[in-house]
């Protein structure tokens, strides 16, 4: 299960710090991510994490967002800076392969997702 955390609105150019709650994902080598989907829109790949720590980012949020994970809390984070408009959607963790997952967003683990508005 995996429940995200953090969302809300926020103005044009600034911060917020998502975070996803981690319990029941059997597999420690999966990848985990963040996506997004906003309406009309297709979901977005923004960041992933793989077991050993390695961050990857779509060139979107490169430079303004940061994933990172800690394993002792079972959370994931994203902490996401310089916002604006284009950012607002609705914001998932999940977890999977890498492949399956970050490249096509075929994970095996989703939350319910956080609101974030931007304006």
């Known amino acids: 299960q995996l429940v995200e955390s953090g969302g809300g609105s926020v103005q044009a150019g600034g911060s917020l710090r998502l975070s996803c709650l981690v319990s029941?994902?059997?597999?420690?080598?999966?990848?985990m991510a963040w996506f997004r989907q906003a309406p009309g829109a297709e979901r977005e790949g923004l960041a992933a994490?793989?077991?050993?720590?390695?961050?990857d980012y779509a060139d979107s949020v490169k430079g303004r967002f940061t994933i990172s994970k800690d394993n002792a809390k079972n959370t994931l984070t994203l902490q996401m800076n310089s916002l604006n408009p284009e950012d607002a959607a609705m914001y998932y963790c999940?977890?999977?392969?890498?492949?399956?997952?970050?490249?096509?967003?075929?994970?095996?683990?989703w939350g319910q997702g956080t609101q974030v508005t931007v304006s």
């Open positions: 029941g994902v059997t597999n420690n080598r999966y990848a």
């Open positions: 994490i793989d077991s050993d720590g390695r961050p």
């Open positions: 999940a977890a999977g392969g890498w492949l399956l997952c970050w490249d096509s967003g075929r994970c095996n683990y």
